[in-house]
């Protein structure tokens, strides 16, 4: 079974940019949620995606933003970088259920943004 | 509001010495708990979890007991190795709730094991 695929690995955009994040879940998997990792703020919720639609948003600027596709791939969008956007940038997939065996998270390796 | 407080690293040990790293949380509703392990340069990994009190969580020589009394979720592991070394993230969320596919991480502790 395949896991949780992130694309790219690497990037780097310059300040003012934007950038596209790409997530493609565990087949099956219908919740995506998208985390923010820094040495200072550690790891922090963006927002989460289920079925199409947003169903948690994290504290991020409007700046911040995401989708998901009929066939739960997911991507993040980030407008006017800034510097203090230099992260690894992560998501996660997961059956999407609200009981408590159903919202296990399983990881991708992550896109690491440096914004320069 | 929900948290996740962890012990502060790096916590540096021999190999096969014994591990514990702390975890407590603060939760309203009945949250899931997790254990996850960051190798450097990769992704998490998931390593355990328990998503009911008294429930013990156990993978790979680690282990972890949801103790609902403490508010605690300490990871364990007997002998631990060199290849142990990574960043442990303790972790939280709560089912049925308008926050069930979110996460709530502790700030990670550094384990580093010496030969």
């Known amino acids: 079974k395949a896991g949780v695929t992130q694309t790219p690995r690497y990037l780097i955009k310059t300040r003012g940019q934007q950038v596209t994040l790409s997530c493609s879940p565990i087949?099956?998997?219908?919740?995506v949620s998208w985390y923010q990792q820094t040495p200072g703020q550690g790891l922090q919720f963006l927002f989460e995606?289920?079925?199409?639609?947003?169903?948690n948003k994290g504290n991020f600027p409007g700046r911040f933003s995401g989708r998901q596709f009929s066939n739960s791939r997911s991507e993040m969008n980030v407008s006017t970088l800034e510097l203090g956007d230099s992260a690894l940038y992560l998501c996660?997939?997961?059956?999407?259920?609200?009981?408590?065996?159903?919202?296990?998270?399983?990881f991708g390796q992550g896109t690491r943004l440096t914004v320069v | 509001g929900n948290s996740v407080t962890q012990m502060e690293g790096p916590v540096t040990l021999s190999e096969e010495a014994f591990l514990t790293i702390n975890c407590t949380y603060t939760?309203?509703?009945?949250?899931?708990l997790f254990w996850y392990v960051q190798y450097p340069g990769e992704g998490l990994q998931l390593l355990l979890k328990?998503?009911?009190?008294?429930d013990k969580g156990s993978n790979k020589g680690f282990e972890a007991t949801y103790r609902k009394e403490t508010t605690s979720f300490h990871l364990e592991k007997g002998s631990v190795q060199v290849s142990d070394s990574a960043v442990y993230f303790c972790?939280?969320?709560?089912?049925?709730?308008?926050?069930?596919?979110?996460?709530?991480f502790g700030q990670g502790t550094t384990l580093q094991v010496k030969p």
């Open positions: 972790a939280l969320n709560i089912p049925r709730s308008g926050n069930t596919g979110k996460l709530i």
């Open positions: 939760a309203t509703g009945y949250p899931s």
């Open positions: 087949s099956g998997h219908r919740s």
């Open positions: 328990a998503t009911k009190a008294d």
């Open positions: 995606y289920f079925s199409e639609t947003q169903r």
């Open positions: 996660a997939s997961s059956l999407g259920d609200r009981g408590p065996m159903n919202t296990e998270a399983f």
